[in-house]
C-alpha cells in the first residue's frame, strides 16, 4: 500500500516515506527561517531560542523512487470558486520544465479525512488562546464526519506533544482542546515535524476501500522561537507525508476589513512562515479577525478538501540524484488558477523502507 498525495492506493509502485526516527504579539525581530532553494538539499540549522535544546538534528530524506510522483490539485476561477469539472486531457505537469505523462487521474471528492491538528499554546498567543481553542473545536466540528473521518490533537510550547490520538469521537478532542494552558517558547517547526512524521502511518478506513487524504491543519501566530528543526527541514517533513497545510493565523497585526471578510494589508515576521508552510504543500492560510470570521474558513477549507484533483506522473528523469525536482501544473482552460506542492527530492529509498 501507497499513499497517493494523502489517498492511499493497493498495488502501485509510488513514492516511499522514509522511516520515522524515535520519536501577545508577536516578536517582529524574529527572523523567519528560509525554505530550501530549488535545486540544493536544505541544511540543518538552529532557530533564534535553540542552545540548549540539545543541538542539530538531521532529517531523514525524503524520499522517491523511479515509480509515481503524487500529487493533489486544487483548481479556481477568477472569483476563486472551485473547479471540479476539468479532465485528465485538461491538465499538463512539467518537473523542471519538462512535460510529463500522467499515469492516474481522479476527481475523488469524498474520501475520509485523517487530519492532524496543531494548537500553538505558546506564552505569545497567551491573549488569544480561547480564540484557538474556538477555532479548533468549531473547525473539528465542521469537518468531522462520524464514522468516517479521524483526528489528532498537538499543542506546542516548548515542544510539541500529542494530547489526543487519532479519533472520530468529537467529545474527546474538545476536552482535551479545553483543557489547554499557555506558557513557554513557540516549536512551531519541530510540531510540524512530528505531525508530518504521523501522519505518515494513519489507520486506514475499514472495508475494501483503504484511500484517504492526508490534513495538517496549524492554529498559530506563525512565531517559530524555539526549535531543533529548522522551517525547511518542517516543509521536508510535510512534503515526505504527502500533506497539505492549512493555517489558520491568530496574529491581528495588518488586518483589514474588507466587505465581510478580513483580510491582510501586509506580510511579515510569523505569516511568512504560515505562508510558506502553506505555499510550499498547495495549502492555504486564513486571516480571521474574530470567531465568527472562521465560519468562512472552515467553510472554503471542508470544500476544498473534497473539491480537488488526485494526480500522479512517472518522472522521466529517473536519476536518484538527491536533487531538488521543480513541479508546475497547468491547464489549458484559461482564467484557472491551479494550486499544489511545489516539488519534491529525488533520494534513494533506504534499505528495508516500506
Known sequence: MTILGGVSVICTQAQQPAPSPAPARPDWSAPASQAPEPGQ???PKQEAGDAGKGGQKKTPPIVSTTGLVHLVATVTDRRHNFVTDLEQSDFKILED????????????????????????????????????????????DSVIRRNKDMAFLMTFDNEPEVIQDYTGDLALLTSAIRRQRAGGGTALNDAIYRASEKLVSPP????????????????????????????????ESAIRAEAVIYAISTNTDWLAISGDKPHKMHIEGGDKVLE?????????????????????????????????????????NSEVDGKYRKIQVQTDRKGMAVRTRKGYY?????????
Open 41 to 43: 538539499q536544505p541544511q
Open 204 to 235: 486506514l478506513p475499514k472495508g475494501p476501500n483503504p484511500e484517504i487524504r492526508l490534513v495538517l491543519v496549524v492554529i498559530s501566530d506563525g512565531q517559530a522561537t524555539l526549535s531543533d528543526h529548522a522551517l525547511s527541514e518542517a516543509v
Open 97 to 140: 520544465n519538462t512535460p510529463q505523462d500522467i499515469r492516474f487521474f481522479g476527481r475523488e471528492t469524498d474520501l475520509p479525512l485523517r487530519i492532524a491538528v496543531l494548537l500553538d499554546t505558546s506564552n505569545s498567543i497567551r491573549p488569544r488562546l480561547p480564540f484557538e481553542q474556538d477555532a479548533a473545536i468549531d473547525f473539528l
Open 346 to 354: 529525488s533520494v534513494a529509498a533506504p534499505s528495508g523502507g516500506k
Open 276 to 316: 510558506e508552510f502553506a505555499d510550499q504543500s498547495g495549502g492555504r492560510v486564513f486571516y480571521p479577525y474574530k470567531v465568527e470570521d472562521l465560519a468562512q474558513s472552515f467553510v472554503d477549507i471542508g470544500a476544498e478538501l473534497r473539491s480537488q484533483y488526485f494526480i500522479a506522473y512517472s518522472p522521466k
